[in-house]
C-alpha cells in the first residue's frame, strides 16, 4: 500500500509516516554531505578568511608551475589512457592470438590496485637504491648515476606513466564493450573497398565506437 493510499484512509497515519521517511533520509544524507564537504570548505576557510592576499602570494610563487603541471598530468593521463584502452580493447575484440582470453581479463587487473600503491611500488623498484639500477651497475660495472642514463621515477612523466597503469582499464572496458557491439561485416566491408587494416580501425570502427 502506497502513502498516497494511507493517506486517503487515514490522513494522519500517511503524513506521520511521509515525515518519518524524510526525516530519517534527509538526516542521514546531511550528515554524509556535511563530512565530505568538511575539507572543501576547510581549504576555502584557509584560502580566503585566514591571511590577506594569500591568492597573490601563491601566483606570484607557485600557482602558475602547479597549473601548468597539472595540465600537462592530465593531457599526459588523458593520451596515456586512450592509447592503451583503445588499442588493447581493439586487440582481444577483434583479433585471435594466443592467451587472448587471458588477456582480456588480465588486463582489468590494474583496477584492483590503488594508485599510490603502484606508485610507492614501481618507484622503489626503479629508483636509484631500488633493484633493476642495483641489478644494471652490478652487470655493467657502473659506480654512480653518470655512468649510466636511467629515466627519472620521481618526475612528471613517471606520475604519467603510473597513473596511465592505474586508469587505463576505465577505456578499456568501454572501448571493448564499444567494439564487441560492432558488426564484423562492417569491418570486411571496408576491407573489401581497399582499405587497410589501420585506415578501417581509424576511419570505420572508432568512429563507429
Known amino acids: 500500500m502506497t502513502i498516497a493510499q494511507l493517506t486517503f484512509k487515514n ?17 542521514g544524507t546531511f550528515i554524509i554531505a556535511s563530512i ?23 601566483s606570484e610563487t607557485v600557482l602558475p608551475l602547479y597549473i601548468y603541471t597539472t595540465i600537462l598530468l592530465m593531457l599526459g593521463v588523458g593520451l596515456g589512457t586512450l592509447l592503451i584502452g583503445v588499442g588493447t580493447a581493439w586487440l582481444v575484440s ?13 588486463l582489468l587487473l590494474p583496477m584492483a590496485m590503488p594508485a599510490y600503491v603502484i606508485a610507492y611500488l614501481y618507484t ?54 564499444a567494439f564487441l557491439e560492432q558488426s564484423i561485416s562492417v569491418i570486411e566491408t571496408s576491407r573489401g573497398l581497399g582499405r587497410g587494416p589501420f585506415q578501417s580501425f581509424f576511419l570505420v570502427a572508432l568512429p563507429l565506437a
Open 11 to 27: 490522513p494522519f497515519r500517511g503524513i506521520g509516516l511521509l515525515m518519518s521517511w524524510l526525516n530519517i533520509w534527509s538526516i
Open 124 to 177: 622503489d623498484i626503479f629508483e636509484f637504491a631500488g633493484p633493476v639500477q642495483g641489478l644494471m651497475r652490478d652487470l655493467f660495472g657502473w659506480q654512480s648515476k653518470r655512468d649510466y642514463y636511467f629515466p627519472e621515477i620521481r618526475s612528471l612523466g613517471g606520475a604519467i606513466s603510473m597513473m596511465t597503469l592505474v586508469l587505463y582499464p576505465y577505456v578499456y572496458l568501454l572501448s571493448r564493450a
Open 36 to 58: 565530505i564537504v568538511i575539507p572543501i570548505a576547510s581549504i576555502i576557510y584557509l584560502g580566503f578568511m585566514l591571511a590577506e592576499g594569500i591568492w597573490t602570494h601563491l
Open 94 to 106: 577483434m583479433c585471435q592470438f594466443p592467451g587472448k582470453q587471458i588477456f582480456e581479463w588480465a
